[in-house]
């Protein structure tokens, strides 16, 4: 069949209903720089949860069901050393970090992730504290911690897919900014669902405190596994081939 004639019955069968022209969702990948992963606002009495990131130099905020984030292969490492960091497995383990700390993810090329509820004014807001909830997590190839680390390195743990009833949550006030490590123990594309929740109103003059929710938002993580040695090999001898072309 011509090409013309196919794009013909093709055509057709859109117009009576047998073909549904499903639309393309693009996405946006963010791996590199500094990222509100949870991004908070309060519009038009309406809290909000997306992601804070910059683009190109600019500011921009993106909706969380359309964006990867991906988790380079500088991220890879043995975790941290002392019983204190037991909760991420063995002292052995390794894993994949989105780290807190701005120097360490910009020497190893991989996201600096922050929480972000400066956008939301104190004196509007209240006093009220901000929930960010890991309410599902699904059938991922590994596991997800989320933690901080003082001065000292002293971990306190906030989020564990493995103990979601223990641990599954941060808090924060209004007008802040907070930085947490990220880990995840195996490659792959991890999916799952938060909910930011808080009250409105609390200690304001005059105000009436309201309960509020983001509703459920779900995220995609990309975990990128470091190359393999055969992988590594390949490249290289691709390399050495193009530059003997480009000499013949």
């Known amino acids: 069949m011509k090409l013309q004639s196919k794009t013909q019955l093709i055509l057709g069968l859109i117009a009576i209903g047998w073909i549904t022209l499903v639309p393309v969702r693009a996405e946006t990948t963010i791996s590199t720089g500094h990222a509100d992963i949870f991004g908070l606002g309060y519009v038009d009495g309406q809290l ?13 905020e993106l909706d969380p069901a359309s964006t990867i984030i991906r988790v380079n292969p500088g991220g890879y490492g043995a975790r941290p050393a002392g019983t204190s960091f037991d909760f991420l497995g063995a002292s ?16 190893k090329g991989i996201l600096f992730p922050g929480v ?20 599902s997590f699904g059938s991922n190839p590994g596991n997800l911690f989320l933690w901080s680390e003082n001065e000292f390195g002293t971990p306190t743990l906030f989020m ?29 594309t991890y999916t799952m669902v938060f909910e930011a929740t808080g009250t409105v109103g609390s200690g304001v003059v005059g105000g009436t405190p309201q309960s509020l929710s983001s509703g459920d938002v779900t995220y995609t993580f990309n ?4 190359p393999s040695s055969g992988v590594l090999l390949l490249a290289g001898l691709a390399v050495i081939a193009a530059g003997r072309r480009k000499r013949a």
């Open 48 to 60: 909000e949860l997306l992601i804070h990131a910059e683009l190109a130099g600019t500011e921009v």
């Open 92 to 107: 052995s383990s390794f894993l994949w970090t989105l780290p807190q700390d701005a120097v360490v993810a910009g020497q």
């Open 116 to 135: 972000g509820t400066e956008e939301i004014d104190p004196e509007v807001w209240g006093s009220g504290l901000i929930t960010m909830t890991l309410k």
């Open 160 to 188: 564990d897919s493995t103990r979601l009833t223990q641990f599954n949550s941060i808090s924060q006030g209004a007008g802040v900014h907070e930085h947490y490590n990220w880990g995840f123990t195996a490659e792959g």
């Open 223 to 226: 975990v990128v596994p470091e």
